[in-house]
């Protein structure tokens, strides 16, 4: 018989049904993702030449929305595998909702891809005729394995709640119970079942670390292999990672505040939490702080003419407040809130973690397009708008569409499954009795 304790956790933690806001939240997410496929449908029927991407800014918004998901699709290797590798047990609360936040992104960061196709129905050809000299395929097949791997991360720690809630049934109705029962009824939470899940589930965090740093160094590849100015860098690498894990775990203390505030979540998600996150936004802040130092002092050091109109456009020129603006709210700000101990509440946090994902996309935008519109050759004979590149409504439709899909995603999971790990909490929460 289940000690009162252990029910109350269970009931705290049990799916709840979306009152009147979570409704209007869900509407406002499906309405951006109707009038993004709307745009789509718009742009399939009659090309990209509804957007305003040209020869010289080929890769515009869709990309920049692309290198965005990616980075923040590593929060799922930084708290689930990095922080449970470390045995870090404070993070007990946190690694489902890093999972589902990688989930999400990685599925529209490989959905953007396909938008950005000019010819989606030719889409098999990177399969039947790719070239492995090509860092297009490189990153199709880390995509394609860092996906399954976050799926199967996400799924196996999920299995002891599933069993807990089939027995549940007559709260989370009907429906949802045949869901759980497919999803996980072969789990009967035996010590051999118990053996191999944990066994599999440091073999998949083990694997996700190297697969993760691998999407993110030839997502750069993808950039560093094209002889562009800005781009030609062997720093990339540790550039975009250095940035990932920096997004990535802003776009949990967002989350965390979140939930934490829309279902009551404060006995599970502590401020303590936000205090050690906050810690660890610092650090990686400071971090890609460096990285962005180093990315631009050395070409400005060197100042070679075609860098030279590459950093003059970033630093005071056509780009210049959307620069400063972007390194300010993803680096500066949040590490002057972030560093005292009161900015490290709940609420600063949240702000603090806001403040890093908007200047983190627009940070990704940044790396697209003002660099094609500074090639090494200069721009002759072309029409004027080939000069400059802002996006069209269908563009900023498909865009904002996929981020609202992802928090889609993110919104209908936590109303299917528990957003806090139940077994996990309950198994952590009779070992400090014990201890």
């Keep these: 018989m289940e000690s009162l304790a252990k029910q109350k956790i269970t009931e705290d933690l049990l799916p709840q049904k979306f009152g009147r806001r979570g409704m209007i939240w869900v509407g406002i997410l499906i309405f951006f993702c109707v009038i993004g496929f709307i745009a789509y449908c718009q ?185 562009r100015p800005g781009w030609d860098s062997t720093n990339f690498g540790a550039y975009f990672i250095s940035g990932a894990f920096l997004v990535g775990a802003g776009g949990v203390v967002v989350a965390m505040y979140v939930f934490r505030k829309a279902y009551h979540l404060e006995k599970y998600i502590k401020e303590d939490h936000f205090d050690k996150m906050g810690k660890v936004l610092v650090l990686l802040a400071l971090l890609y702080l460096y990285f962005n130092v180093n990315e631009f002092l050395v070409p400005a050091f060197k100042m070679k003419k075609s860098e030279e109109e590459h950093l003059l456009g970033l630093f005071t020129g056509e780009f210049s407040l959307v620069f400063w603006f972007a390194i300010t709210t993803a680096m500066i700000i949040p590490i002057i809130i972030l560093l005292f101990k009161n900015g490290r509440k709940p609420l600063p946090a949240f702000i603090a973690g806001v403040l890093v994902v908007i200047g983190s996309w627009f940070k990704r935008y940044l790396i697209v397009t003002p660099t094609l519109l500074h090639p090494f050759l200069p721009m002759q004979d072309v029409p004027e708008n080939y000069k400059h590149y802002f996006p069209t409504w269908q563009e900023w439709a498909i865009a904002i569409g996929s981020l609202a899909g992802a928090l889609l995603i993110i919104t209908l999971f936590a109303r299917i499954f528990p957003i806090i790990p139940i077994q996990e909490t309950i198994t952590e929460t009779e070992q400090n009795e014990k201890d």
């Design 43 to 227: 742009q399939l029927s009659q090309g990209l030449v509804v957007t305003a991407m040209r020869d010289y800014v080929s890769w515009g918004i869709y990309i920049s929305n692309f290198v965005f998901f990616v980075a923040i699709s590593l929060v799922g290797s930084l708290i689930t595998a990095v922080l449970r590798l470390s045995n870090v047990h404070w993070s007990t609360p946190l690694t489902r909702i890093a999972e589902i936040i990688a989930v999400s992104a990685i599925t529209f960061a490989s959905i953007i891809i396909v938008v950005d196709m000019g010819r989606p129905e030719r889409f098999y050809n990177l399969f039947l005729h790719g070239r492995l000299q090509s860092p297009i395929i490189w990153d199709v097949i880390v995509i394609t394995t860092y996906f399954f791997v976050s799926i199967l991360l996400l799924y196996f720690p999920l299995l002891p709640d599933l069993a807990i809630l089939i027995k549940y049934k007559e709260k989370t109705g009907a429906a949802l119970s045949k869901l759980y029962s497919f999803l996980g009824s072969f789990w009967k939470n035996t010590p051999s079942q118990i053996h191999i899940g944990e066994k599999a589930i440091n073999i998949l965090s083990i694997t996700i670390i190297p697969v993760a740093f691998a999407i993110h160094t030839v997502t750069s590849w993808l950039f560093a292999t094209t002889y």
